[in-house]
């Protein structure tokens, strides 16, 4: 039986990516774009470049920036809505998914109106999707909203209670949620997904004292489904960790992001409260803490409330929640304990600042005409700005659009994928015909991506061993041939794998097509795992050694009859008890033998020596008689062990005497008849 892997998440991994993203990233500019909501002065949300010295310019809706702190040139505004109204009066949650739609939600729950909070969508030069039409998006909570994050091409988002909730960002429909604590009197404020790992990271500053903290865990979909609740993974209490400062969490626990080594930084604050930052180690370990801010003055850092970690510089930006304090600053990720930098100062009539999100944005500088190959069959599916990935960056300008359909991949407009239900290929266009205009940031390119599906494939067949003894060898095998797309094989025993992952030991190369793997038991069932270059792509087989009987080796190789002759018995001149009187050799490795007659005789002695000649005697009567005599020689420790001796009865050994002539040397007998 064999088994294709399909994976049952949201994408399927490339088989052959570095083909095309060492191309491509040699044909695309990237930049690191901070995206910050002002929850007030009528809704506006503002993006940023960032620099490498972890510096900032604000991008306005005209296509130009400037640096952090500048105001827009006359007839521009921020990135959204520009010099336009606002759809978003009370902008909460900021997130970016994986085609570089940005999600916000219009409202939270402070003024949450009857109809609940809709999220909407955004493209990256600061359109704003219809709610209805047939472009049409819109996501509708029925309770409160805090934050959004996206991984995998869902959208998850808490609120004013313990729960984070997971939708579909094409159907708008839940998919249920998880928990996060056992209470549900919390405000689960804080919310990260690390998009390379997707964990999730998530701050409550309420409910029982067992669970304020910080949360870490990787669910599933299926944890959605079950609502199961994780546990906290860092506590408060008054542990001393080592650094000469008690760790209390004194006042709420705010926004929470990690950077690529997994540590996790966290905001701790409030109006004027000690507003900081908190550096922990993947495992939980207090390493740092920032200086403290707790006078709203328009100088510092009080009430920070949102971060993010950029991987350009090194660096967290944080947002504030105080129409005083500067909207972003920033931090050094490797020693937060040093002073921040400040790059947006109030006079630029920013309000309230409060979501914060990072996207790393790239333009194609050439036009590409590319191909891929990648794995999967039957359901599986597959966004295409995986297969344009150009480290983490993501194309988000230009239209995606069908140039050769493929019946087995369906293309969804929507979340820009491709469902794989068979072989073949389909070509793909991603497309800008115009010049940067507004906002944007690319020219005119076009992207041609041929997407081409396999799995891969082989034959497999089973090989018997050898015995040692009457106890078999381990070292029946299974032999791998006629393989196609794939690479690499391992197995494990039983009906499903549990071997090692792609590269794992005992892998067999098998890219040459063939391939064994020896030295497995005998009768026992194996699965083979056949993978085409990675861990994501494979197939199963199941397949069972044959079974072997081992024995102890016969140790009789040969006999030899020596001689046949007739006995009279001890009774000459009577020959119906003549015997046959048979020399036999056994020759072998055995020690000792036994011996049968047929034909209603017996054979004396019935046992003998393997390697010396003896003599053996036949029932009485036997010579003469004219009949065959079939012995059959046993080894004496393995009476299967046998082979069997025809003989031929001699003539009587003794002769009945003649009567008497009359004449006997002149004396006279009458004879009587």
Excluded at 549 to 577: L, R
Aim: net charge negative.
């Amino acid at each position: 039986m064999n088994t294709p892997y399909y994976p049952n998440t949201l994408f399927i991994l490339l088989v052959f990516c570095l083909s095309i993203s060492d191309v491509f990233c040699q044909s695309c500019d990237c930049n690191e774009y901070i995206y910050l909501n002002e929850v007030s002065s009528n809704g506006r949300v503002h993006k940023f470049s960032v620099a490498m010295d972890g510096s900032v310019a604000e991008l306005f809706s005209d296509g130009s920036s400037a640096p952090s702190g500048t105001p827009p040139p006359p007839g521009a505004g921020p990135w959204y809505p520009g010099t336009g109204t606002s759809e978003l009066p009370f902008p909460h949650g900021l997130s970016v998914d994986l085609n570089g739609f940005l999600y916000i939600g219009e409202r939270a729950g402070g003024n949450l109106p009857a109809s609940g909070v809709d999220i909407r969508r955004l493209t990256c030069d600061g359109t704003i999707t219809p709610e209805t039409g047939p472009d049409g998006f819109v996501i509708n909570l029925s309770g409160e909203l805090f934050n959004i994050a996206s991984f995998n091409n869902v959208i998850y988002t808490n609120g004013e209670d313990q729960n984070i909730y997971a939708w579909d960002p094409c159907t708008g429909n839940s998919l249920g949620f998880v928990n996060v604590g056992a209470t549900d009197d919390a405000d689960d404020w804080g919310f990260h997904i690390n998009p390379n790992t997707g964990t999730f990271y998530a701050t409550r500053y309420r409910g029982t004292s067992a669970d304020i903290g910080v949360y870490v865990f990787t669910p599933t979909l299926a944890d959605f489904s079950a609502n199961t609740t994780f546990p906290v993974t860092i506590s408060r209490d008054l542990t001393n960790f080592g650094i000469g400062q008690p760790y209390v969490f004194s006042s709420r626990l705010q926004g929470v992001t990690s950077d690529p080594a997994g540590n996790i930084y966290v905001v701790e604050g409030s109006v004027n409260q000690d507003s900081r930052l908190l550096k922990f180690s993947p495992t939980g370990l207090l390493l740092q803490i920032g200086p403290s801010d707790n006078v709203n003055d328009g100088m510092g850092w009080n009430d920070m409330i949102g971060v993010v970690y950029s991987e350009t510089s090194n660096r967290l930006y944080t947002s504030s929640l105080s129409a005083a304090e500067p909207c972003l600053i920033s931090w050094d990720a490797d020693d937060i304990t040093a002073a921040p930098v400040v790059h947006i100062n109030p006079v630029t009539s920013l309000g309230q600042a409060k979501g914060i999100a990072i996207s790393n944005e790239c333009c194609p500088t050439q036009d590409l005409i590319l191909t891929e190959t990648i794995c999967g069959l039957g359901g599986g599916v597959v966004f295409l700005q995986d297969v344009l990935d150009c480290g983490d960056g993501i194309i988000c300008e230009g239209m995606w659009s069908v140039e050769t359909a493929n019946s087995n991949q369906i293309f969804n407009d929507c979340d820009l994928s491709i469902t794989v239900n068979g072989s073949g290929c389909g070509t793909y266009v991603l497309e800008k015909t115009t010049g940067a205009t507004g906002s944007q940031q690319c020219g005119a390119f076009r992207i041609e991506l041929e997407v081409c599906t396999e799995i891969p494939e082989a034959m497999l067949s089973v090989a018997m061993g050898t015995c040692n003894g009457e106890n078999p060898n381990n070292d029946a095998s299974i032999n791998i041939n006629g393989v196609m797309s794939a690479g690499q094989a391992n197995f494990s025993a039983g009906s499903s794998y549990n071997g090692p992952d792609y590269n794992g030991p005992g892998s067999v190369d098998i890219s040459g097509g063939t391939g064994s793997i020896t030295d497995l038991m005998h009768n026992t069932e194996y699965t083979v795992r056949v993978f085409n270059g990675s861990n994501d792509c494979f197939v199963d087989y199941t397949i069972t050694t044959p079974d072997i009987s081992c024995m102890i080796p016969c140790e009789i190789d040969a006999i030899s009859m020596t001689s046949n002759q007739c006995v009279d018995n001890s009774t000459p001149g009577n020959p119906t008890d003549d015997r046959v009187q048979v020399g036999i050799m056994v020759t072998g490795l055995g020690s000792t033998y036994t011996l049968s007659v047929d034909g209603g005789t017996t054979i004396t002695p019935s046992s003998g020596t393997i390697g010396s000649p003896s003599s053996f005697m036949l029932g009485e009567g036997t010579a003469g008689s004219g009949n065959t005599y079939t012995i059959t020689i046993e080894d004496a420790a393995d009476p299967s062990c046998n082979q069997t001796l025809v003989v031929q009865a001699p003539e009587n050994c003794d002769t009945v005497l003649p009567c008497p002539t009359a004449d006997c040397g002149g004396v006279t007998i009458q004879k009587n008849e």
